[in-house]
């Protein structure tokens, strides 16, 4: 990989001999339409499978899911998603197989590009915003062939494009090989989650016996109106995802609302457990020493100091956790958790008797899975810089 990078200096690309092309001109589009029961293959993929910025398709269904009419795809053909193209989504076909019809189907024409090099090319900033700028409509922007086939764009020589191929693809393994690691870590985890938390149901503890406080915070009066820029934290369900926070889109109040929200407040190694909606059982231990409030649709659980509440927590996303959580919802429109449930629930005997052992395993594996995501998260972010350095 830094071999290739030594011998293409991307940041010093001379572009002086590149040509430039009409989109037509790059690739074809496949309109070959056909009805699911009469495709004769095995393989539908619609847009919902596609992943944002990801030229892998890892997710597909059957003909037999969907009806009207349908296009065909091929081995090497790029999916790509004409409607919301700000999703990003164009990814390799390694079938044979149907579409969605709010897709286009590609295919390179290798006189002009490098069919290795092509799927890279749709995902350039270059490429994707001005997909972003032709689309057409209100909720459901969509982009029409008539203004995509003559959109002009530049490619470097057909020479020079098997090495920028190379390059790219030595890349997206560095990628695909970090996103093995995580998948193994995650199966492993699911390994140790049977092998202490499937006998939950034999055992006599409950989270109310060991448990300071069970308890839900507020919504400020006046909603989201009195959010402001800075203040203190206002955790919300969104924010509470498996096991890990996400702060992006944090609500602040003011130290005058916090005052008056007293029973919301949030100690650090507090377990926060989302009690509502469609996020529901998701939870995760509050670890910052940045102070924080929890609203309505988030449980509080401040656990005694026998239960270890990072192994509470770990329970709690398993399938044995949500498995309980799902026997225990109850309410009218909108399924939810109430605390009396929640302090009747049960863990697994080993979380009080070998905390110590059971947690050094768990944390090796969650580590790993943090790691194998950052690792991940850096490569991807250096290939999007390659691609972009590229076009």
Not at 33 to 62: C, F, M, Q, S, W
Not at 296 to 314: A, G, N
């Amino acid at each position: 990989m830094e071999t290739m990078l030594e011998k293409i200096d991307l940041k010093n690309l001379d572009k002086s001999n590149w040509q430039t092309f009409k989109f037509e001109e790059i690739a074809q589009k496949i309109s070959k339409t056909v009805k699911p029961e009469e495709a004769n293959v095995d393989v539908y993929v619609g847009l919902e499978h596609l992943d944002a910025e990801d030229i892998h398709i890892r997710r597909k269904a059957v003909p037999s899911d969907v009806k009207g009419g349908k296009l065909r795809c091929y081995p090497g053909d790029i999916i790509f998603g004409k409607r919301r193209a700000y999703q990003r989504k164009a990814a390799i076909v390694d079938f044979e197989g149907i579409c969605s019809a709010h897709a286009f189907v590609f295919r390179a024409n290798p006189k002009v590009i490098d069919p290795k090099l092509f799927p890279f090319f749709l995902h350039s900033d270059q490429f994707m915003h001005r997909m972003v700028d032709i689309s057409v409509g209100g909720l459901s922007p969509t982009i029409n062939w008539g203004d995509l086939k003559n959109q002009e764009f530049l490619l470097p020589p057909k020479g020079q494009q098997a090495q920028l191929a190379e390059l790219l693809w030595a890349m997206d393994e560095v990628v695909q090989r970090g996103r093995a690691v995580h998948d193994w870590l995650g199966i492993l985890r699911k390994c140790l989650h049977k092998r202490e938390f499937a006998n939950y149901r034999k055992s006599i503890l409950k989270i109310g016996d060991y448990t300071i406080k069970v308890g839900s915070g507020v919504t400020p009066r006046g909603g989201s109106k009195v959010y402001i820029d800075e203040g203190v934290r206002l955790i919300r369900s969104q924010n509470v995802l498996h096991g890990e926070f996400d702060f992006s889109d944090i609500a602040y109040i003011s130290d005058e609302i916090d005052e008056k929200m007293k029973s919301s407040r949030v100690n650090r190694r507090d377990v926060l457990l989302n009690i509502t909606g469609a996020s529901i059982g998701r939870c995760a231990v509050y670890e910052d020493i940045q102070y924080a409030n929890v609203n309505q649709h988030v449980c509080i659980i401040r656990t005694e100091k026998d239960l270890d509440p990072y192994l509470l927590c770990e329970f709690l996303n398993s399938s044995y956790g949500h498995e309980q959580i799902q026997l225990l919802q109850a309410g009218g429109n909108r399924e939810g958790l109430n605390y009396i449930s929640i302090r009747q629930m049960r863990f697994p005997n080993c979380i009080i008797k070998e905390p110590q052992k059971i947690k050094e395993d768990f944390r090796r594996i969650v580590d790993g899975i943090f790691n194998s995501r950052l690792k991940i998260t850096s490569s991807k972010a250096l290939q999007k810089s390659l691609i972009n350095q590229v076009f």
